[in-house]
């Protein structure tokens, strides 16, 4: 599986960014996926994810009501809308996705714990105060 990223780049605070993640070489539908960022001298951090079909989304607290999660299966692409930026969210992101996990023939995901099988290369996102 490879994970391509992009959409990254410089915009002001206040602005929006929408980061694209495609996904090839085995089938994209089942699987969790998720984007991570890591700013500049800090630990990667989880910053949202989506199931299955889409379902279900789940956000860091910090990016709630900001960014949205998103994917399109047909395209084999998850998205990152990113709105109304802050210099705090400059980092480099990541997409990833995890394999289809079930649990009573339930499927879950376990992104928000940093768990992931594949990982995209980042695309830097910078926002100037």
């Known amino acids: 599986v490879q994970l391509q990223a992009s959409g990254g780049g410089l915009v002001q605070a206040g602005g929006s960014l929408r980061l694209s993640c495609a996904v090839s070489g085995r089938p994209f539908s089942r699987y969790g996926m998720g984007w991570f960022r890591q700013a500049p001298g800090k630990e990667r951090e989880f910053v949202a994810a989506?199931?299955?079909?889409?379902?279900?989304?789940t956000y860091v607290n910090s990016v709630k009501g900001r960014f949205t999660i998103s994917r399109d299966d047909a395209k084999n692409t998850v998205f990152l809308q990113m709105n109304s930026l802050k210099s705090e969210d400059t980092a480099v992101y990541y997409c990833?996705?995890?394999?289809?996990?079930?649990?009573?023939?339930?499927?879950?995901?376990?992104?928000?714990?940093?768990?992931?099988?594949?990982w995209g290369q980042g695309t830097k996102v910078t926002v100037s105060s």
């Open positions: 989506i199931s299955w079909g889409g379902s279900s989304t």
């Open positions: 990833a996705a995890q394999c289809p996990r079930y649990k009573d023939g339930v499927n879950y995901h376990t992104l928000r714990l940093g768990e992931a099988d594949y």
